[in-house]
């Protein structure tokens, strides 16, 4: 290896590391009131599948959720603390295999863009308990054009 594909490789990789580490955080929530708790409440609040995607922001298998065949009139809140997120209207069949919405009860939701190597999805989470739900992508419908693709795990549903 020549010392200019060395320094090349070298920048390349400290470029990469710092911007894995640089987290653009927005958070709209300045009204709602945190929850915190410790590790061994919210193991005992939640299932092991919504401990998993909401504190340790795993990712469900894509199709398993019961809530992508839900089209019921409703609200969507958050499984860890029944903050309401998404309207039912709001839910579309993105062919996914995940619970999608076009838009969100923005001061429910803080967001911040994760940068990994070379794609930079912007995670939401829950405003209130800080639980991981899923990412925004811009290829969802009008009138927003953006996709809140949501872990089921992560939501409950509760019928109008």
Known sequence: MNRRLFLCHTAATVFLLKSS???????NSTAIEKLRLTDEQWR?????????????????????S???HEYRAGIYVCAGCDLP???SEWKYDSRTGWPSYWD????HVTTRKMIYAF??????????????????????????????????????????
């Open 44 to 64: 005992a609040r939640l299932t092991p599948e919504q401990y998993a995607v909401l504190r340790y922001s795993e990712t469900e298998y894509a199709g398993t």
């Open 21 to 27: 580490l640089r987290q653009a955080t927005a958070d």
């Open 119 to 160: 794609r930079a999805p912007v995670e939401y989470r829950c405003a209130r308990c800080d639980g991981h739900h899923g990412h925004i992508f811009n290829d969802g419908p009008q009138p927003t054009g953006l996709r809140y693709c949501s872990n089921g795990a992560a939501l409950t549903f509760i019928p109008a």
């Open 66 to 68: 019961q809530l992508n």
């Open 104 to 107: 969100v009860i923005h001061e």
């Open 85 to 87: 997120l998404f309207k």
